[in-house]
C-alpha cells in the first residue's frame, strides 16, 4: 500500500495536488508564508538566507533581490531530510558567518532561531552582516510542538523578539503574528493526526515538507487516509473561520518581523 502510494504522488498531477492539500492543512506553514510574502517586496540587492535548508522560499524573494545565497550551519544539516536536496550554498560551524560585515542588503531567516542554544548571538551576526540601513526578515515559533530534536532549544514572545533585535541594533519596523488561538489549537490537531495516527511523517518528506528534521522512517498508515483527510480539512478549514470570527491577540504559532539595522550616526 505505502509503495502505491509513493508512486501515484510522483505522477505530476498528483503529486501536485497531494502537496497543495497538505500545505493548506498545514497551518503554521500557512502563516509563515502568507507574512514572508506580505515582506518579500521589502527585499532588495544580496539576500542571504540563514539556515535555508532547501531554500523552500527562494520562489517569494528571487523576483526582488539581484542575488540569493543560502548558508547552512553544518552539523545539524547534515542530519536533515533537506542535506539531500543539497541547495545550501554555504555550510559552517555556527559560530561566526563566513562572511564580511556589511555584506548583504537583506538577511532572512525562517523557523530557525529556535535551534541555536545561543539565538542572542545568531541575531547579532546577522546583524554584523548587514549593510547600514539593511532589512532582517524573521521568522520564529512562540507555540510549536518540539522538532529537529535535540536541538530544539527555545520559543520566542514578541517582546523577546523585540529585545533581541535592540540588543543587536537593528530596529522592528513591523511584526506579524501566524494565525491566532483557532491555528494554534488546529494545527496541533492536525499535526498529531498527520504524524502520529496517519504516521504521514516520510511521506511528507517525499513531497519536499518537513525538510529541516531527520528522515522519517517508517510506512504510513495508509488505511486511516479516508478518516484522516477529510478531519485535516475540516481543522484546518474551522481554524480559519474562528480566527477571523473570534481572535485571540494573546495567542499565535509564531510572529514574522520586519527589522532595520541602523545606519551609522
Known sequence: M????????????????????????????THVVDSLARLAPRARG???????????YERLFRPHVREYLGVEHQATFDATAA???GKADVLYDGERLPFPDASFDTV????????????????????????????LILSAPFSFRLHEEPHDYFRFSPHGLRA???????????????GSLWSLLGHK???????????LGGIAQSMGKLGHEAATGGGARAWTLPLVAPAMLAVAAGARVLDRALPDPTEALGFTLAARRAPPR
Open 2 to 29: 505505502n509503495a502505491l502510494l509513493q508512486t501515484l504522488l510522483r505522477r505530476p498531477p498528483l503529486g501536485r495536488a497531494a502537496r497543495a492539500a497538505a500545505d493548506w492543512v498545514d497551518l503554521q506553514l
Open 46 to 56: 544580496r539576500l542571504l538566507d540563514v539556515g535555508c535548508g532547501d531554500k523552500p
Open 83 to 85: 542535506v539531500s536536496r
Open 108 to 135: 532572512l531567516s525562517v523557523q530557525v532561531l529556535e535551534h541555536t542554544p545561543e539565538p542572542g548571538a545568531l541575531v547579532a551576526e546577522m546583524a554584523r552582516v548587514l549593510r547600514p540601513d539593511g532589512l
Open 164 to 178: 533581541l533585535c535592540g540588543r543587536a541594533g537593528l530596529v522592528v519596523e513591523e511584526i506579524h503574528p501566524h
Open 189 to 199: 490537531v492536525n499535526s498529531y493526526l498527520a504524524l502520529n495516527v496517519a504516521r
